[in-house]
């Protein structure tokens, strides 16, 4: 039994509210908790035992941060890999490992993983620039996707003729074929140092077309029990090719034909995985926290149907935050609110999120409707 | 709506593992927190924005923290009360109200106040001291209860014959007659700022009673309905006459004839409503915040079956705590972990607690008696 109860460091490098949460769950394992972020006044500032401010991209900011750690874990894979690297060579145990973090990081090198895997997901070819992007107009309509950097929505753009030409980006990518969408969903897995894989069952996303950011989420998912059996199946199957140790989100498609295409995966909690907290035996976080330490990992069974709307910061507003409606959306019954601790509001800015919790599908989507009546993001 | 997110400050008097797990729901809700504790390295610290090591009866101490919180609550009763009234006087808001704190922190105007408002509670007479408790041995079998400052197991003897009078306090107290216990049940209620009561479903306590500590309890109780539902209305209705703002954890006594006394409540998070953070709609700890902020309260649904077990400190180690079998504990189905952040273990101290959810009552009790077998902290 190791002993990182005493004198053992946890550094988590980002700090917004994947890290927030899970610096919630830290104290239950006795964690020392340090973060970095470049922010001044992140989601973690003042949860963490100890908070740096500094660029994730800059090798010596992340290896110093990284070499004061026992434990070295993230919330986001924009990083400086060779700091990462230069870090587990010098024995810092980091998870998810370097090797993943830089597979995904980077959205061609996570398709060409998939191929070499046998993987579904949908036809993409590599774009090195604006100009490639057009040579390949005969492709269309297809999703235009930014190789590195691209987050929470951002680094994608649907081109649907070539028209959208100018929308696409002028950096390395993919051009990826726009595939028949029935239903969105993401199953979260988990591998431990250990080996041990346990899966969450799948959740259900609904999205808000305009933003390309989930619009709500609901889990149970609806689907046939085949296609959830198989869309675990694919999760697990990744989890276990990569060897990743940590949790390990996986967006899949699910086609009118019932055909599963993995669209992306991230190698950490997961906006997927929020209702994991009220809704589910072990939460996504708990669940991470267990996995990087080498603990079994806990029980991902269900014990409540559960919806999850993130609040978005509402068009029009910039400046200091104001949760307008709050005290309705709390009479909503069987609803928790999260609140990311930012300060500052902007258009579709996440600044929080709420879980709904009740027995029956039909009264969770009402409710839902309600929740985004109720509530505004304001300044 | 309060402008509660900025620039608010929530003090916290006490910082164990109560505070703990209350500072672990504060992020939530954008909550800036300072705990007062006497302890240098209490199981708050760290967790709190800012901690103040300081006495809970030195008068100045708790006076100058008050002072500077918007909004001040407790997770322990034994407090200076007069720098709590002096701050009321001066427009701090303090929920619990000082005088409900006052009332309960001596357990013989708790006993006074339920003779008053006509809530069954056993038999009891006021004594002095042990001269005074040995004047009245006709009333033993019978607990001797300290006045002020017994918690967590500490402050009560059992007195069954005249042998044990030297057993007996030496302060001013309670004689309570021992009753015929069938089962020790728990029902928490909140009352929030606005007067809106909500109720936790019983719980139901199993004792040791070795250390007069509860060695585990489960949730819902297999308590008949209508006994339950008498127990949800005497802990409505003491909420009600305290007007209490906050959480109220009202313990009680069933005897073999079905009839409910009320031993003794407590007006803060309890440690028999910890498996509300994994099993309930809502955490006990949220709740509390929903009530002294003013905002509606949450559902106390039940999602799943659930037991608690404390952790206690070995008998015969003292020294910085090891726990042995954490890994086969957490490999125990929907066990959950929460340690206290303590660094010295001793015999029965409270370390942390685990939670175990399954549908299935028999199988919780099979796997309390587990959790108890495999984990063991030692020093």
Same mark, same amino acid.
């Not at 003729?161 to 969105?184: H, S, W």
């Not at 250990?194 to 069952?201: A, D, K, S, T, V």
């Not at 991470?288 to 709307?309: D, E, Q, Y």
């Not at 709420?354 to 109720?374: F, G, Q, S």
């Given at each position: ?17 994947? %890290? ?58 924009? *990083?400086? @890999?060779?700091? =990462? ?7 810092? $145990? ?58 929470? %929505? ?18 390395? %990518? ?13 199953? @979260? ?5 250990? &080996? $041990? ?15 390309? =950011? ?62 994991? @907290? ?15 330490? &080498? ?29 307008? %409606? ?6 909503? $019954? ?19 999120? *709420? ?18 009546? *109720? ?5």
């Amino acid at each position: 039994m190791k002993a990182f109860f005493r004198d053992f460091k946890l550094g988590i490098i980002g700090g917004g509210q994947l %890290g927030r949460m899970l610096l919630q769950a830290c104290p239950n394992f006795n964690l020392y908790t340090c973060v970095l972020d470049p922010s001044e006044d992140g989601p973690c500032k003042g949860l963490a035992n100890e908070y740096t401010q500094g660029s994730l991209q800059d090798y010596q900011t992340v290896y110093a941060f990284g070499k004061q750690a026992d434990l070295l874990t993230i919330e986001i894979e924009n *990083v400086n @890999i060779d700091a =990462l690297y230069q870090l587990e060579r010098e024995g810092v $145990e980091i998870y998810p490992q370097p090797r993943v973090i830089e597979i995904i990081q980077d959205k061609r090198t996570q398709k060409q993983f998939y191929l070499e895997q046998g993987i579904p997901t949908a036809e993409f070819i590599m774009v090195k620039n604006r100009e490639d992007v057009k040579a390949h107009a005969n492709f269309f309509p297809a999703f235009n996707k930014l190789g590195k950097g691209g987050y929470d %929505g951002g680094g994608v753009v649907s081109l649907k003729t070539v028209n959208d030409i100018e929308r696409a980006f002028d950096d390395p %990518g993919l051009l990826e074929k726009t595939v028949d969408v029935d239903t969105e969903i993401s199953v @979260i897995a988990a591998r431990s140092s250990l &080996g $041990e894989i346990r899966i969450f069952p799948p959740v259900e996303c609904v999205f808000n077309p305009d933003f390309n =950011l989930v619009d709500y989420l609901i889990a149970p998912s609806s689907l046939p029990k085949d296609i959830q059996q198989t869309a675990e199946t694919l999760a697990r199957k990744i989890a276990q090719s990569l060897s990743i140790v940590g949790l390990l989100a996986v967006e899949m498609f699910v086609t009118k034909e019932g055909e599963i295409l993995v669209n992306e995966v991230a190698p950490r909690p997961h906006n997927s995985g929020h209702q994991t @907290i009220n809704a589910n035996d072990t939460s996504q976080y708990e669940q991470h926290l267990r996995a990087i330490l &080498g603990l079994p990992l806990g029980s991902t069974k269900i014990n409540t149907p559960s919806a999850m709307v993130n609040l978005l910061g509402e068009e029009g507003y910039t400046g200091p935050a104001i949760y307008h %409606g709050l005290d309705k959306l709390l009479e909503i $019954e069987g609803s928790n609110i999260f609140l990311y601790g930012k300060e500052i509001t902007k258009p579709h800015r996440k600044m929080g999120h *709420v879980t709904i919790l009740n027995d029956d599908t039909e009264a969770l989507k009402k409710r839902v409707r309600l929740v985004k009546k *109720v509530i505004k993001v304001i300044s």
